[in-house]
């Protein structure tokens, strides 16, 4: 393979025209060895034998520049033209023509009937044969969707097994729950902890199990996580604290044992009489078989097999402070509604002689003697008194050489063991304490990273997705996902340009994780080399999303984000690669090829080099500026009027970006690389940027297309009732007012021109550290971010300028604003790592962006730190005019990004 053949487009080339090889082949295989096309001769007028070149200069200009395809179709639009079909000469004849008509006596003589025509016979052929080659080819099309890609996966389908994976193979890998465990395997033993208070006043038992920001809590999360061996999370309630601790211990074939100590204490005097109820479970998600251990009222332990963990036990020893023991034994019919069947599966039980608390009611399938159901779901429940302290233990049939119970002590112990080390290499690999940080904001990092470590998960399951060939949305193959999630309260799943931000952090504390986290990403390509943006795989995780959001369509794109970790961990691979990381780059490389393809195929723009997002709503009337959920900023202004000729200037940026780190793995391993190099030095050309994106006018880069400011959302007139026809009182007739919808106030309409939206869309020139060290607009661009009228405030940058006529508005009636003037922290990571870029580089500019870079990173680490301090959270993002956080909560995903800035480790 040639260097230029390695990808399948280049920049200037449109949809198409990557086959022009093939068409070429396809013509010569068309023409016999004299270059005539079989069947048909030149006609024998000549003055019809006039190409359209001649007449449409612009043909040849275009020809010239090598649009290739294009010009292949003329040249054989003019040869069908100007040719007429004939018959060859027959090999039986000698080369004498035959006649064209058929003698029937001499066919009668011989008893024997006409012949059909051959031409009757293809017709007849034809008739059947392209009805069926077109349903064929329509479900080849709609299958391609739901198709995976042919080649080699980057994650082997045993990698996370307990044999190749044991001290990964069981995790918190469960989210969207406060406390869960489970194995990074299809169908997992699942455990997990509710609890309550007794003897409460609310209307509804408020029973804590997913992490709901319903739930009020003043702050949860982990304080320490290494996403391998250990953690230590708090919760606090209203009345009381809660803290789970868990450790793993190595040993046997199917990942060892592990223990969480569940403990609690009162937040005040007046909660020392509080009384909880804790709920230990455990449930089969698919197979295997388990029985609990009784005596009396009080399950001990639970017995079970699956064939992923063999012989398992599971221990409750007796906790001290213990009021009541309760169980129960049923069958739950999915994973995702647990909840919902402990609570139908409690009563009263006296307690004192004032007092009935709420217990489990036992062994349910017994009792309702549902001999067809096996147990899949156990549960332990204890009723204490403040303070508690209690061990869940699970110990592997096939760990032999246990020395003790990893309980007590033991657990202890082996906990402490590893908080010094997570200690230890938190400070090699940040130097906070270095640097001079105290031991607060130390610690706020600590509990960040270690909140997206703990928010690590492994879902398996089938996604929904749906193509322009698929009437419905069909299922995509079944597969597993080994990934971050941004919230596990409100988006407990997995989003892919959320991912790339996510492993900037995850590769600098541990390498391995991050690259199978990337692995998994890519496993999930199909055929065309699409990667579905959302995924939602399994019950737990498809029971939180609306079903509008279910389904993804594979004409979406999201930002190829995940080229930002790859790029950190080149720069890392630099000095020093060793075998490992060879193979995972070897892995890794197809799958990113076809990837990059994917985008610069389905995502081109109207003219050469320019790009456009998918998925805007070019109909709509109900939304003030029609969101682009696709380019991950949604509601940021874009081009009003959305049509195919718009250039969005971030996707561009995004694919400049992403054709070096291509060039760069294809250098390291040894791939021919100068297609890559050659695309990157075309989109990173400052003039030719500039000729696409530059608006003279607002002084900014920006997006280009067909625009005006003058939109308002706007609600028609109410329609006036009918009068009433009957006598009597008139009755108040209350007609429904009718949705607000966009109305365009401009005398002219929209025009195509840049947009000026100034903002975080403005400056992906800037943050891809595209713009020339020593070009004037990075001076223009480094003033305007210091303007407070524009986008500074001492909390971070804003989205949307304040001068922008969208800024702050809500883009439907019932749609508030989202990336209209909050501070969000991944836009405002690549700002701080590209003024730390322009301040280490030579160039008239160095100083200036030195001094904004000090000034940002300052404001935005202490502001997160105090609304840390304030609210128990790290939030989504941060109101511009306070800097109070904002959205969903807690959200550890890119906002922990602020450790990278603490740590200037970019």
């Given at each position: ?16 025209e ?32 006039t ?32 040719r007429?079909?004939v ?8 080369g ?10 001499q ?62 193979f ?16 299809p ?14 006043r ?29 953690g ?20 046997g ?5 592990w223990?969480v ?7 005040t005097?007046?909660?020392?009489h ?53 169980f ?20 009263y ?13 036992g ?11 096996a147990?899949?779901l ?16 699970f ?12 309980a ?23 130097n ?5 940080f ?23 399951g089938k ?6 060939y ?8 079944e ?10 309260s ?13 492993n ?11 690259e ?7 496993d ?10 959302e ?21 979406n ?7 930002l ?19 995972f ?13 994917w985008?610069?195929?389905t ?28 380019s ?7 081009a ?50 500039d ?6 006018k ?12 003058h ?13 009433q ?33 100034y ?26 971010l ?26 439907t ?12 922290i ?54 511009d005019?306070?800097?109070?956080g ?21």
């Open positions: 393979m040639s260097e230029t053949d390695e990808i399948s487009i280049i920049p200037g080339e449109r949809d198409g990557q086959s022009s090889d093939i068409l070429q082949s396809a013509a010569e295989s068309w023409c016999d060895k004299d270059g005539d096309v079989l069947g048909i001769v030149e006609q024998e007028n000549p003055k019809e034998d190409s359209e070149s001649d007449q449409n200069p612009e043909t040849d200009e275009q020809n010239s520049n090598g649009n290739f395809s294009d010009g292949f179709f003329e040249l054989n639009a003019n040869m069908v033209r100007n007429r079909a018959r060859r000469p027959s090999e039986e004849s000698n004498e023509r035959q006649p064209d008509g058929l003698d029937v006596k066919y009668l003589k011989r008893g024997t009937s006409p012949p059909i025509g051959f031409r009757t016979f293809v017709f007849i052929v034809l008739i059947g044969f392209v009805p069926l080659s077109y349903m064929w080819y329509k479900h080849v099309l709609a299958s391609r969707v739901s198709s995976p890609l042919d080649l080699p996966r980057a994650i082997e389908p045993d990698a996370t097994s307990a044999k190749e994976s044991p001290d990964r069981w995790g918190t890998y469960r989210p969207g729950v406060y406390f869960g465990m489970k194995t990074r395997s169908q997992s033993l699942v455990t997990g902890l509710m609890w309550f208070t007794q003897f409460t609310e209307r509804t038992l408020p029973l804590r199990h997913t992490c709901e920001q319903s739930d009020q809590l003043p702050r949860y999360g982990w304080l320490r996580h290494d996403g391998v061996n250990f230590v999370q708090e919760i606090m309630d209203k009345n009381f604290t809660l803290r789970t601790e868990f450790v793993k211990r190595p040993g074939q199917h990942g060892g044992d223990t100590r569940v403990s609690g204490k009162a937040r005097k007046a909660a020392n509080t009384i909880v109820s804790l709920m230990f479970y455990a449930a089969t998600d698919g197979q295997g078989e388990m029985e609990p251990i009784v005596e009396g009222n009080r399950m001990t332990g639970i017995e079970g097999n699956t064939e992923e963990l063999g012989n398992f036990v599971i221990k409750f020893p007796r906790a001290k402070n213990t009021k009541k023991s309760n129960l034994r049923t069958y739950s019919p999915s994973l995702h509604i647990v909840k919902e069947v402990v609570i139908r599966s409690m009563k039980y006296p307690f004192t002689q004032n007092k009935h608390m709420l217990g489990l009611v062994d349910i399938l017994s009792q309702s003697q549902f001999h067809d159901y147990p899949n156990l549960v332990h429940q204890i009723t204490v008194a403040l303070p508690f302290e209690v061990d869940f233990v110990e592997s049939g096939s760990f032999a050489e246990r020395k003790a119970v990893l007590g002590k033991e657990f202890t112990n082996l906990l402490e063991y590893h908080n010094q080390n997570y200690d230890k290499k938190f400070e090699s690999i940040f906070l304490k270095q640097k001079g105290k031991e607060k904001e130390v610690n706020f990092a600590k509990a960040t990273l270690s909140n997206l470590l703990g928010g690590i998960g492994y879902f398996h996604s929904l997705v749906k193509s322009r698929t009437d419905e949305p069909v299922e995509y193959w597969a597993p996902l080994y990934t971050a999630v941004p919230s596990r409100f988006f407990p799943r997995g989003f892919l340009w959320d991912e790339g931000f996510h900037l952090l995850i590769s600098k504390w541990d390498t391995s994780i991050s199978e986290i990337i692995g998994h990403w890519l999930l390509m199909n055929v065309e080399g699409w990667i579905p943006r995924q939602i795989l399994g019950s737990e995780a498809r029971a939180k999303v609306p079903a509008e959001f279910v389904v993804q369509y594979n004409e794109a999201n930002p190829p984000t995940l080229f970790p790859i790029q950190s961990l080149m720069k890392e691979f630099v000095k020093g690669t060793n075998a490992r990381d060879l193979s780059l070897k892995h890794i490389y197809p799958r990113l090829k076809v990837w990059f393809n985008f610069n195929t995502q081109l723009g109207s003219v050469p080099t320019a790009y456009r997002w998918r998925g805007r709503d070019a109909i709509t009337n109900k939304e003030l500026n029609p969101k682009t959920l696709t991950g900023l949604d509601d940021y202004p874009r009003s009027h959305p049509s195919e000729d718009e250039r969005h200037i971030d996707l561009r940026c995004w694919i400049a970006l992403a054709a070096g780190v291509m060039a760069d793995i294809a250098k390291t391993i040894g791939e021919p690389h100068g297609s890559y190099e050659q695309m990157h030095r075309v989109l990173t050309d400052n003039e030719l940027l000729k696409l994106h530059w608006s003279s607002g002084k900014e880069y920006s997006d280009y297309g067909n625009h005006t400011d939109v308002t959302l706007e609600r028609p007139p109410v329609p006036t009732p009918m009068p026809q009957q006598r009597g009182p008139r009755k108040q007739q209350n007609v429904p007012k009718p949705p607000m919808i966009r109305v365009v106030r401009s005398k002219n309409g929209p025009t195509y021109r840049h947009v000026n939206a903002g975080y869309v403005s400056l992906f020139p800037f943050l891809t550290q595209i713009i020339d060290p020593a070009s004037e607009k990075l001076s223009k661009i480094l003033s305007d210091k303007d407070p009228k524009l986008l500074w405030t001492k909390y971070g940058l804003r989205s949307l300028s304040k001068s922008d006529p969208l800024y702050a508005k809500y883009n009636e019932h749609d508030p604003p989202y990336w209209r003037g909050q501070i969000w991944n836009m405002n990571y690549l700002t701080v790592r590209a003024l730390h870029y322009y301040a280490n580089i030579e160039g008239p500019y160095k100083e200036q962006a030195s001094a904004i870079y000090k000034e940002l990173r300052t404001n935005i680490m202490n502001n997160i730190v105090k609304e840390y301090d304030r609210s128990g959270y790290v939030w989504e993002q941060y109101n005019t306070t800097g109070r904002q959205g969903s909560h807690p959200f550890t995903g890119w906002s922990s990004l602020v450790i990278l800035m603490m740590a200037e480790n970019y």
